[in-house]
């Protein structure tokens, strides 16, 4: 059996999201999506600005439901728990690229695992989402702090 593992937070689920793990189940026979904890978003992103909308178990609750994912679980840090799990293939999305992923990556070239990049679905993101909410309701904190990061 071929285990596929894809990691994301997942806060504004969106078809983005669901087109991304039915490519990812598509690629084995078991698709196992791990969820960022509440602990690492609130530490890592300001409150109102990319924080998620909704908690780790609220967020598992909906990923779960979908027919394509038979496991989700939860993690931290992607360079640390990737190591712990049982899978052999990572799919992850074309914008994912800070230093925790590529070290993740490294890590998998070297334990035989196999890594899938797939392309972003084109015209939607959680930060697209936030961003007409911002216009929306004239909150400019999420604009402000996207525009930091790039």
């Known amino acids: ?3 596929v593992l894809v990691f994301g937070v997942f806060d504004l689920f969106h078809f983005g999201h669901l087109r991304l793990l039915k490519r990812a189940a598509k690629l084995g026979d078991y698709l196992i999506v791990a969820i960022q904890s509440d602990e690492y978003v609130v530490r890592y992103k300001p409150p109102g600005a990319s924080g998620a909308l909704y908690s780790t178990e609220e967020r598992c609750e909906m990923v779960r439901a979908l027919r394509c994912v038979d496991e989700v679980i939860t993690y931290d840090n992607v360079e640390e728990d990737i190591k712990s799990i049982i899978f052999d293939i990572w799919v992850k999305g074309s ?6 992923i590529l070290a993740a990556i490294k890590w998998c070239e070297e334990n035989g695992r196999e890594v899938v990049t797939l392309p972003r679905t084109e015209g939607i993101s959680s930060t697209y989402i936030k961003r007409l909410i911002s ?4 909150n ?11």
């Open 1 to 3: 059996m071929k285990r």
């Open 95 to 100: 914008d994912n690229i800070h230093s925790g």
């Open 135 to 138: 216009d929306f309701t004239g």
């Open 140 to 150: 400019r904190e999420v604009e402000e702090y996207e525009q930091g990061k790039s």
